[in-house]
């Protein structure tokens, strides 16, 4: 990385910006009919694939916080598209399972999906699709990693300053320590 803004690296994020704000201004157009947000259907999807899944699990997959997940789920409930149920191994987890009514929405998004993806790659060739495909992947590999990177960096700095703290409650003020200035 270099100290000088490249203009065509602002591009890109506004350009990926728009692709995700047009997705989600599609999805809640046709969402909002079902009463449901943009944000509801990858978790749609997900218990499609994996009903009955933890919500624990279910934000993993995702990538989101628990407390998102648990606002998402909620609205999928109270919208009569899920429901939950304790897990019989751990009563402190709670399982979520698609109702019929989830069940049945599941080929409008399918098809929401395949008309935004048309949207997006009209006019690619196949051959575009794929290595498009493998250059979001790349992409994917690297945020995944970066975000490795600073959980690290924030462990250490957490760490750090949990030690240095502890550090400072032991230490009597006039101590052989701090006259030495250690």
């Known amino acids: ?51 009955g899944v933890r ?10 916080d628990k407390a998102v997940s648990t606002r998402m789920v909620r609205g999928l409930i109270e919208e009569g598209f899920a429901y939950r149920e304790r897990d019989r191994t751990d009563k402190r987890a709670y399982r979520v399972f698609l109702t019929e009514k989830g069940r049945a929405l ?5 098809e929401m999906i395949d008309i935004l993806t048309e949207v997006y790659l009209d ?19 690297n945020v995944e990693r ?3 990177d600073l959980n690290e960096r924030n462990q250490k700095i957490m760490s750090k300053s949990s030690k240095d ?6 230490e009597e003020p006039g101590s052989k320590k701090e006259e030495d200035g250690v």
Do not use: N
Request: charged share 30%; proline share 3%; glycine share 6%.
């Open 1 to 51: 990385m270099t100290d000088q803004l490249d203009l065509g690296d602002i591009h890109l994020i506004r350009k990926l910006a728009y692709l995700y704000w047009f997705k989600r201004r599609f999805m809640a157009k046709e969402l909002t009919l079902y009463g449901l947000s943009p944000g509801h259907h990858p978790f749609l999807m997900v218990l499609y694939h994996m009903d």
């Open 55 to 64: 919500l624990e699990e279910l934000a993993r997959v995702l990538r989101v």
């Open 106 to 110: 599941h080929p409008k998004i399918v």
């Open 123 to 141: 006019g690619f060739s196949d051959e575009e699709r794929i290595l498009l495909v493998q250059m979001f992947d790349r992409m994917v590999k």
């Open 146 to 148: 970066a975000e490795c």
């Open 165 to 170: 703290a502890g550090e400072d409650l032991t």
